[in-house]
């Protein structure tokens, strides 16, 4: 009984440790499967990773002018504009234009009621008719002063005069002789004409009121004229601050014109910054209103002085606004081009990585993109100069602008517009 005992004691050891046996090395096989599983997954992803194309952009390496340039921001200005006002009182009679419209020189913009005027006028003519008559009548009772009756001394002396006079004028002018040096020389000159009878008759005409009724008439025309309100250059109407029918004053704004053919660009540079700035130096300008492009100016002059609460120096650009786009008060990014590398090979800055501390670029072989070292040169916002290439580079040659980030030495790429 005892040996049966020991005999089935001794399978069940046998039984369980064959258990234990096939357990375990079960488990250690399923776990050296999985893992070889994982290796076979990851060498997939490897090669795939390296037989794919990664997207880019790309453009080509330029040889040429790569300029610098100093921004400064400005502000569209005009040279002509004009602020019109009345120069008479009176109601306006009719308006002829509106806000916004082109007008020529010379073309009538308002008129205002003109009927006092020419009572005005009238009057001033009537007046003078007046003192005319009078004066004719008063110089049929006097002898008219001929020459004849003077003496051949008070001929030369008028002669003389007259000579110092006009010799003074031309003194005067050319700041020879004061002011009162020449008031001087000009009385004896009027005392000896009115002696010789030169200038009775107009003494005369002053005595008759005559003088002062060719005066008044004169002005009523002019008042007369300026009821007519007329543009003093081609231009557009920006603004209109009178209406028809509205009385006005003598003085009173009326409305503004500006020649925007006249527009130029002012711009503010620090005064640490002038000595990159010359007439004539080519200028670069972006406007907020039309972001998609540039135009091009000229400095047309810069200002004497520096201001002295923001120390800056005016400069003045010289554009051509021929096409009107561009408007009064509108701002202004401005890129001065003061110094201009000749025959450079330049790329975009943002073709510029730096991998190891060291600047280089990705440039494409066929379908693949090799990365050179490069030493870096001058630049400006936009482009980057390059002296020397660690491996062959020429003109044309595509570089990579995006996507060069995860790219490697010999990474398969796609090109993308």
Same mark, same amino acid.
């Given at each position: 009984?005892?040996?049966?005992?020991?005999?089935?004691?001794?399978?069940? @050891?046998?039984?369980?440790?064959?258990?234990?046996?096939?357990?375990?090395?079960?488990?250690?096989?399923?776990?050296?499967?999985?893992? @070889?599983?994982?290796?076979?997954?990851?060498?997939?992803?490897?090669?795939?990773?390296?037989?794919?194309?990664?997207?880019?952009?790309?453009?080509?390496?330029?040889?040429?002018?790569?300029?610098?340039?100093?921004?400064?921001?400005?502000?569209?200005?005009?040279?002509?504009?004009?602020?019109?006002?009345?120069?008479?009182?009176?109601?306006?009679?009719?308006?002829?234009?509106?806000?916004?419209?082109?007008?020529?020189?010379?073309?009538?913009?308002?008129?205002?009621?003109?009927?006092?005027?020419?009572?005005?006028?009238?009057?001033?003519?009537?007046?003078?008719?007046?003192?005319?008559?009078?004066?004719?009548?008063?110089?049929?009772?006097?002898?008219?002063?001929?020459?004849?009756?003077?003496?051949?001394?008070?001929?030369?002396?008028?002669?003389?005069?007259?000579?110092?006079?006009?010799?003074?004028?031309?003194?005067?002018?050319?700041?020879?002789?004061?002011?009162?040096?020449?008031?001087?020389?000009?009385?004896?000159?009027?005392?000896?004409?009115?002696?010789?009878?030169?200038?009775?008759?107009?003494?005369?005409?002053?005595?008759?009121?005559?003088?002062?009724?060719?005066?008044?008439?004169?002005?009523?025309?002019?008042?007369?004229?300026?009821?007519?309100?007329?543009?003093?250059?081609?231009?557009? @109407?920006?603004?209109?601050?009178?209406?028809k029918g509205e009385s006005i004053n003598s003085g009173q704004e009326l409305l503004k014109v500006i020649n925007l053919k006249s527009v130029y660009i002012e711009g503010f540079a620090l005064e640490s910054e002038v000595k990159n700035l010359n007439v004539s130096t080519k200028v670069r300008i972006k406007f907020d209103s039309f972001n998609d492009k540039y135009i091009y100016g000229r400095i047309d002059s810069i200002s004497p002085e520096v201001d002295s609460t923001n120390k800056t120096i005016s400069i003045f650009v010289k554009i051509d606004n021929s096409n009107s786009k561009i408007l009064p008060g509108m701002h202004a990014e401005m890129d001065i081009e003061y110094k201009i590398f000749k025959n450079v090979f330049k790329v975009p800055n943002k073709a510029i990585i730096v991998r190891q501390d060291r600047p280089l670029i990705?440039?494409?072989?066929?379908?693949?993109?090799?990365?050179?070292?490069?030493?870096?040169?001058?630049?400006?916002?936009?482009?980057?100069?390059? @002296?020397?290439?660690?491996?062959?580079?020429?003109?044309?040659?595509?570089?990579?602008?995006?996507?060069?980030?995860?790219?490697?030495?010999?990474?398969?790429?796609?090109?993308?517009?």
């Amino acid at each position: 009984m005892k040996k049966f005992k020991l005999v089935i004691f001794i399978a069940f @050891i046998i039984l369980l440790f064959t258990a234990v046996f096939f357990l375990f090395f079960n488990k250690e096989e399923d776990q050296g499967t999985e893992i @070889i599983k994982s290796d076979k997954l990851d060498n997939s992803k490897n090669a795939s990773i390296k037989t794919s194309s990664i997207p880019v952009k790309v453009v080509k390496i330029l040889k040429g002018d790569l300029p610098l340039r100093l921004k400064i921001s400005g502000s569209a200005q005009a040279r002509e504009k004009a602020t019109i006002k009345s120069e008479v009182s009176g109601k306006i009679f009719n308006i002829y234009i509106k806000p916004g419209q082109k007008v020529i020189r010379g073309q009538l913009l308002i008129k205002i009621d003109d009927t006092e005027k020419k009572l005005e006028v009238a009057k001033a003519e009537a007046n003078k008719l007046k003192c005319l008559a009078q004066y004719l009548i008063d110089s049929e009772f006097e002898d008219a002063v001929s020459t004849d009756k003077i003496s051949p001394q008070e001929i030369e002396m008028f002669k003389k005069a007259k000579s110092a006079y006009l010799k003074a004028i031309t003194d005067f002018n050319a700041g020879r002789i004061t002011q009162e040096q020449f008031d001087k020389i000009n009385n004896r000159y009027e005392r000896i004409m009115v002696s010789s009878g030169s200038l009775r008759q107009e003494i005369k005409k002053a005595n008759d009121g005559l003088a002062d009724a060719i005066i008044s008439l004169k002005q009523a025309k002019i008042n007369l004229k300026r009821t007519f309100i007329r543009s003093p250059f081609d231009g557009v @109407i920006s603004d209109l601050k009178v209406s028809k029918g509205e009385s006005i004053n003598s003085g009173q704004e009326l409305l503004k014109v500006i020649n925007l053919k006249s527009v130029y660009i002012e711009g503010f540079a620090l005064e640490s910054e002038v000595k990159n700035l010359n007439v004539s130096t080519k200028v670069r300008i972006k406007f907020d209103s039309f972001n998609d492009k540039y135009i091009y100016g000229r400095i047309d002059s810069i200002s004497p002085e520096v201001d002295s609460t923001n120390k800056t120096i005016s400069i003045f650009v010289k554009i051509d606004n021929s096409n009107s786009k561009i408007l009064p008060g509108m701002h202004a990014e401005m890129d001065i081009e003061y110094k201009i590398f000749k025959n450079v090979f330049k790329v975009p800055n943002k073709a510029i990585i730096v991998r190891q501390d060291r600047p280089l670029i990705f440039v494409v072989k066929g379908k693949i993109v090799n990365w050179v070292y490069v030493d870096l040169g001058p630049k400006n916002d936009e482009e980057q100069g390059i @002296i020397k290439f660690y491996s062959e580079v020429k003109e044309g040659d595509q570089v990579v602008i995006e996507g060069h980030s995860t790219l490697a030495h010999q990474s398969r790429i796609k090109i993308i517009k």
